[in-house]
């Protein structure tokens, strides 16, 4: 059974970087690259939104509000996933969660400050 588990948030200020992990566990090599990966997110009290994609193939598409701020990236050597974001912005906080083939990680924390 696959398990995806993110890690690398935080607390950081307005216009900072952090870049975000996530690895897969009980499956076999190049797992993101055969099977994509998506990062999303949830605000407090909202719903859980979709940031970027990293499909399959290859192609990476990244959501509207953070395109050209939010890279996402994969090691397949490593079976991990990545979120570099970059100039952060306050409405970016919320909790961030990778999935992939319908199994979803169990989050991970980043809060920016104004």
């Known amino acids: 059974q696959v398990q995806l588990m993110e890690f690398g948030g935080g607390l950081v200020q307005a216009g900072g970087s952090l870049r975000l992990s996530c690895t897969a566990s009980?499956?076999?090599?190049?797992?993101?690259?055969?099977?994509?990966v998506s990062w999303w997110r949830q605000a407090p009290g909202k719903g859980r939104d979709w940031v970027a994609y990293f499909e399959k193939g290859g192609v990476t598409t990244i959501e509207a509000s953070v395109k050209g701020r939010f890279t996402i990236s994969i090691d397949d050597a490593k079976n991990m996933a990545y979120l570099q974001m970059n100039d952060l912005k306050p409405e970016d906080t919320g909790t961030y969660f990778c999935l992939s083939l319908s199994t979803w990680g169990q989050g991970t924390q980043v809060t920016v400050s104004s």
């Open positions: 009980g499956t076999s090599g190049r797992f993101f690259s055969s099977n994509g």
